[in-house]
């Protein structure tokens, strides 16, 4: 059954050509005539003072978390979406019970204002 | 039921039909680039470009010469094999994705009965998922090696932008997956023979068509490239070849959700009022439902301001995802009162 993922590997080998013919075309037609200050990084104002380890808004992280809460929720209800109708009231109760147990979570998430972008 | 996948070809009818639909895909993006500047000229009283080409129909073509002459520099702070390496990963998950929209049913064409799509596998959306998540390395890594603060911040946002959208994306479509009873894009097609999905899944197709705004970086999503603050977002490091690239691959990302939301929701090949064309006719529909869908797109940067971010991330979180959990769950139980 893999075999039918052939197509998507050409796809990519394509793909990885073009963006390969863009960066090889560019570096030998491009000219180069590299200056210091030309390979600061872009600056408006006061000199940049950006590290690559430094600080940052906590919320990026806490949007993380939850993103993997919730995704994996989503990927559950993938396969019991497929077969709901097989298994009729059963796995209909059992669908319920998981997306309250998901709301709880999140109203619990929103109440403690995760949610609240600061 | 999960098992059971599309018919797939000989090998070599494989690749070839790889060939064909990429090249098409190739020739799609300089149209759409070319189509976005001269309907935003129109939309905002201009002619937008009109002197390279006649109608300015070669501007795409000169656009890519002039970036491929440019001098290729990065910044002394930059990563240098990271910062290679971002644009190409955008660009490879942006095409891989473009495999599995289907152009029309299995066709007898001298003899072999062949698919019109790249792929068509048991996982359908969780595939374009899978590849959403890789494509949100493209930008981050991007924006992270260039080693400025601009494409720093831009990458951040953009990051937590993309995962926040993209769970909503995905509980879209469980509604969806429940009344056609399989993940396969030909299957969810077919399964549309009575009535498009967007009908009966109204609320599935807005909250997907947003968070494909979202995910696509589009107006008025695009927080990541936000001009007036952050230059140019993640990419403001780039030049000539890798900007070309990022935006190859963001032209044609919007061509995949636009795919994506013809197969899913608008009924793929499939004609209203019961009309069935011969097999040939199939791709131009697609194509043509795929153009409104990107005019949409167009339509929507042309009129929209900018969010600001705290409003685009509770927008996010507190409308669409509850929007959409509600949806799956209200069609989880028509569904199965009315079975």
């Known amino acids: ?118 | 039921m999960l098992a059971v996948v599309g018919y797939f070809e000989p090998w070599w009818i494989q690749i070839l039909k790889a060939i064909l639909i990429f090249a098409v895909g190739l020739q799609l993006v300089p149209v759409v680039l070319l189509a976005e500047r001269k309907l935003l000229g129109r939309f905002q009283s201009r002619y937008g470009p009109n002197r390279v080409g006649p109608y300015g129909a070669l501007q795409p073509l000169a656009d890519i010469l002039k970036l491929l002459t440019k001098e290729q520099s990065r910044p002394t702070t930059s990563v240098g094999l990271l910062f290679a390496i971002a644009p190409l990963i955008s660009i490879l998950t942006a095409v891989a994705a473009f495999a599995i929209i289907p152009f029309g049913d299995t066709q007898d064409i001298f003899g072999t009965k062949v698919g019109l799509y790249g792929i068509d596998v048991s996982i359908g959306p969780l595939y374009v998922f899978a590849l959403g998540g890789i494509a949100f390395y493209g930008i981050m890594l991007g924006g992270w090696s260039s080693g400025s603060k601009y494409s720093f911040l831009g990458a951040m946002r953009g990051a937590a932008q993309l995962i926040s959208y993209e769970v909503s994306q995905g509980l879209a479509l469980v509604g969806v997956v429940i009344t056609a009873q399989t993940l396969s894009l030909t299957g969810i097609v077919t399964a549309q023979k009575g009535m498009w999905y967007f009908i009966p899944q109204f609320f599935g197709f807005l909250v997907f068509l947003v968070a494909g705004f979202a995910e696509t970086n589009r107006a008025p999503f695009d927080v990541t490239e936000a001009d007036a603050e952050l230059v140019g977002g993640y990419n403001t490091e780039y030049g000539g070849g890798g900007f070309a690239s990022y935006y190859f691959a963001e032209y044609l990302n919007v061509l995949v959700v636009s795919g994506i939301v013809t197969t899913i929701f608008l009924g793929g090949w499939l004609m209203p009022f019961g009309i069935h064309p011969p097999g040939w006719v199939d791709p131009i529909v697609v194509l043509f439902k795929m153009s409104l869908i990107t005019f949409l797109f167009i339509w929507i940067r042309a009129t929209l301001p900018r969010l600001r971010y705290d409003q685009l991330m509770s927008f996010g979180w507190k409308v669409l995802l509850p929007l959409a959990t509600v949806n799956t769950l209200v069609t989880a139980i028509v569904v199965v009162a009315v079975h």
């Open chain 1, 1 to 118: 059954m893999l075999r039918s993922y052939l197509p998507a590997i050409v796809f990519l080998v394509l793909g990885g050509a073009v963006g390969g013919a863009f960066a090889v075309l560019n570096s030998v037609i491009g000219p180069r005539r590299a200056t210091p200050h030309k390979q600061d990084p872009y600056e408006c104002g006061l000199p940049s003072e950006v590290k690559r380890g430094m600080r940052f808004g906590i919320s990026f992280y806490l949007i993380a978390m939850l993103f993997i809460l919730f995704d994996i929720e989503v990927v559950f209800l993938y396969p019991i979406a497929v077969e709901l109708r097989a298994y009729g009231s059963y796995a209909l109760t059992e669908t319920i019970v998981f997306i309250v147990l998901l709301f709880v979570a999140f109203g619990y998430v929103w109440r403690r204002g995760a949610l609240e972008w600061r």
